[in-house]
């Protein structure tokens, strides 16, 4: 996943103008050993939510991809980390159009997001991101999102 990460940080850099960069959430998954490898390259850090309701965040390990040219970066600085999946864990990856949706000068926010999914953690995925969906457009009512909102949800089985 490091390498992967480091390969596309250099394509970006060779890409991109100047100024811009992506954010990026690469992960692995090992579902025989129901191991997840990530880097997590400046992206909102997903959450990893446990069976109990529990929840923590997959922070970030590098810089956006592109921020500043690869050549000029110390060693070490695009990072990946992993962890393990018990049975029910639930991992949510999600674009910042979720968190950053905003009415009336007020964000849906992280806090918002979780106590979505929190909530349904016992329903099967597809409820879970149709529950979150459904409450991000009670929240934003008749104001029209001002960003794409892209959700992925994996849940370990057992």
Do not use: W
């Not at 960069?21 to 446990?50: I, K, S």
């Not at 997959?58 to 956006?64: I, R």
């Amino acid at each position: 996943v490091q390498e992967m990460a480091t390969r596309l940080y250099a394509q970006v850099s060779r890409s991109a103008p100047s100024g811009n960069f992506v954010t990026l959430f690469l992960a692995r998954l090992d579902a025989a050993n129901h191991r997840l490898e990530y880097a997590n390259c400046g992206h909102n850090p997903p959450f990893l939510f446990a069976a109990d309701g529990t929840y923590r965040e997959l922070a970030s390990t590098g810089l956006p991809l592109g921020m500043i040219p690869l050549e000029l970066l110390p060693p070490g600085t695009l990072g990946a980390s992993s962890t393990d999946l018990a049975p029910g864990d639930l991992l949510c990856v999600f674009s910042d159009g979720f968190p950053e949706a905003i009415r009336d000068g007020e964000f849906f926010g992280d806090d918002r997001l979780v106590e979505s999914v929190r909530s349904r953690l016992d329903r099967p995925v597809e409820e879970i991101a149709a529950g979150l969906f459904d409450d991000l457009k009670e929240f934003l009512g008749e104001t029209p999102p001002s960003d794409d909102m892209t959700l992925l949800l994996v849940r370990r089985g057992g």
